[in-house]
């Protein structure tokens, strides 16, 4: 037991030096981007859009609060989503969509002399979305069909986790980033997945 707390001890003392060290280099960064994504409950395709801000407390460790809205396109068998029940002229409209507000603390793992980032990030997410999702036909009590709608609202909060992979353009004062977010409610993970890319302006 008295090992572990040496060696836990050792660890922190090593970590706090280095961010200590790296915490001279401040940097802000305004990210916009646009992917596509997955809706892993109903089984929907669907396309987010992001803003996210980048505070860089050291060169490798940010804190980035970001707001994020989803919306389905289609389901996976592209029989009964949005676009194609619209195609189609029926009315069996079904849709998801999502507002996202997280707050990613991410650390860069990989970090080269060209300033090629590999960065894991993690925490608390807030969703204000619903689902209107269509069932099917039941046959009324006047022998004609119904429709049958199952409408969820969220108001919850969960957690995400990401992966981004960034590196510098051409121009200094931008930054490129491809994101893979995982984001999760009620022990489902991942509920939501999402891929997109983020075009950084530095402040």
Not at 31 to 44: L, M, Q, T, V
Not at 88 to 112: A, C, P
Request: no cysteine; hydrophobic share 40%.
């Amino acid at each position: 037991m008295k090992r572990v707390l040496i060696v836990l001890a050792f660890l922190f003392v090593s970590v706090s030096s280095a961010i200590a060290q790296e915490s001279k280099d401040k940097e802000l960064i305004y990210r916009i981007g646009a992917g596509p994504a997955i809706e892993g409950s109903w089984g929907f395709w669907a396309v987010n859009f992001m803003n996210e801000l980048s505070y860089y407390a050291t060169p490798r460790f940010s804190i980035n609060p970001s707001l994020t809205y989803f919306a389905s396109v289609a389901d996976f068998d592209l029989g009964g989503g949005y676009w194609q029940s619209r195609m189609n002229g029926e009315n069996t409209e079904t849709f998801v969509s999502s507002l996202f507000t997280d707050v990613r603390f991410q650390y860069d793992v990989i970090k080269t002399s060209k300033d090629f980032r590999i960065g894991l990030g993690f925490g608390p997410s807030f969703q204000y979305g619903g689902d209107g999702v269509h069932g099917g036909w039941v046959l009324n009590e006047f022998g004609d069909y119904d429709s049958v709608w199952r409408v969820e609202r969220h108001v919850r909060l969960g957690y995400v986790t990401q992966v981004t992979f960034d590196w510098q353009g051409k121009n200094l004062n931008r930054r490129n980033t491809l994101g893979v977010s995982m984001s999760s409610f009620e022990g489902y993970w991942p509920y939501y997945l999402m891929v997109n890319y983020r075009l950084g302006f530095k402040l």
